[in-house]
């Protein structure tokens, strides 16, 4: 039996964040609409470049082929496209073997409200200033960067996903206490409230669904980091020991686990995601995202204090 919808881990992605359309972004910008539009047409059987995106949703709906019996993945396409442009992108479908089948094509209108019409836990576009919009009104929603790696995904299918923590899993308010007296208040502030959890923070959600589809997975040992893991969660957060123990009591408290925790104290995340090669890796500050695109598919989660 298939998971009803309201269980299901959903996405919803603009064709710029999954495809590579930057020469026909540019065609729209320097000429208009109608360009762009012709453009597509012309080309319409001309399969498009992956964009940053593409291996994370690749290998997010290789999850349905692990659990076909629940099939816990949907991956809808928001899109500003009108319905007829939209055709050169559902064709390219078929080719990369994705098992995206519902599309809105909104003819300029901002997609991201229809996540609640679809329960997407997640949207991505590659659209900054959109992305601020839907944040600011509440949806959990990312700016993906450019990352030229993310077309030479590797062979094997698990996924892997990596989150920073305040800011992303939870809400700002250590970092809060950060802005305010530096490191001593900081690290004074989450030892005295070690066992008082953290609340949500806009991709608490996703990572609630992510746990509940590695539930499917019988192991020998949850706790295990298992190669043959179908999900491989991380975090990389900048906080260390004192303030390490916060974080894992939140976690506990969810009945949530990560496979890896690095706790780099201010070491550049770049240099541990070059090694984990994550599909996709979730920040709130720029600052980390910039070096690690590089080679590493990343989104800025631009919430709370860090993005005032």
Known sequence: MA???ESKLVVGITSTALFDFSKEHDIFVSDGL????SYQAEHRHEVPPPGAAFPFIKRLLHLNKIFPDQMPVEVVILSRNDPEAGLRMMDAMPHYELD?????????????????????????????EEVKEAVAGGFPAGHVLPC????????????RIAFDFDGVLVDDEAESKYA???????????????????KDGPLMP????????????????????NPEKA???SIVTARNAPAHERLINTMKH?????????LTGGIEKKNILDIMKPQIFFDDQIGHLTPASENTPCVHIPFGIRNA
């Open 34 to 37: 109608e360009a762009f539009r």
């Open 100 to 128: 995206i089948t519902r599309a809105f094509f909104l003819s300029g209108a901002p997609p991201y409200p229809y996540m609640e019409a679809v329960n997407a836990c997640l949207y991505l576009s590659t659209n900054k």
């Open 206 to 225: 996703l990572l609630k669904r992510l746990s509940d589809i590695q539930k499917l997975q019988e192991e020998q040992s949850s706790r295990v980091n």
């Open 148 to 159: 030229a790696a993310a077309a030479n995904d590797d062979g094997d299918n698990q996924l």
């Open 3 to 5: 998971y009803p919808i």
């Open 231 to 233: 999900i491989r969660i």
């Open 180 to 198: 305010d007296g530096g490191l001593p208040l900081f690290f004074h502030y989450e030892v005295e409230n070690k066992d008082r959890p953290l």
């Open 254 to 262: 969810l009945g949530l686990e990560a496979d890896e925790l690095f």
